[in-house]
Nanobody
Framework: QVQVVESGGGSVQAGGSLTLSCAVS????????MGWFRQAPGKERERVAR???????SYGDSVKGRFTISKDNAKNTLYLQLSALKPEDTAMYFC??????????????WGQGTQVTVSS
């Protein structure tokens, strides 16, 4: 079973930066599409960023130009660089292996999340 473990969350002031990491085991991320999602209390889970098997990326409108998703296939790790953070970015951030191949097929595997708190 695929294991997904997020790290790097924390508390930061508005305007600050953080880098989240997502370590994956029992699969090779080079063949996967993956994503970062977030969920704030009382709100639905929101897609933040996604990276395809061929490394094409896409972002939610609320984070475009501020967040950057990337992956290191050699380390089997996904990253999310967060910059120009706003209080509304406060949420639990989740990493997921969404599927495999160019069509991102398969059952997603989720991590337990890492908390990001942005103070004004």
């Amino acid at each position: 079973q695929v294991q997904v473990v997020e790290s790097g969350g924390g508390s930061v002031q508005a305007g600050g930066s953080l880098t989240l990491s997502c370590a994956v085991s029992r699969t090779t991320i080079g063949m996967t599409c993956m994503g970062w999602f977030r969920q704030a209390p009382g709100k639905e889970r929101e897609r933040v960023a996604r990276i395809e098997e061929d490394s094409r990326t896409s972002y939610g409108d609320s984070v475009k130009g501020r967040f950057t998703i990337s992956k290191d296939n050699a380390k089997n790790t996904l990253y999310l660089q967060l910059s120009a953070l706003k209080p509304e970015d406060t949420a639990m951030y989740f990493c997921a292996v969404l599927g495999y191949g160019p069509f991102c097929a398969g059952v997603p595997s989720w991590g337990q999340g890492t908390q990001v708190t942005v103070s004004s």
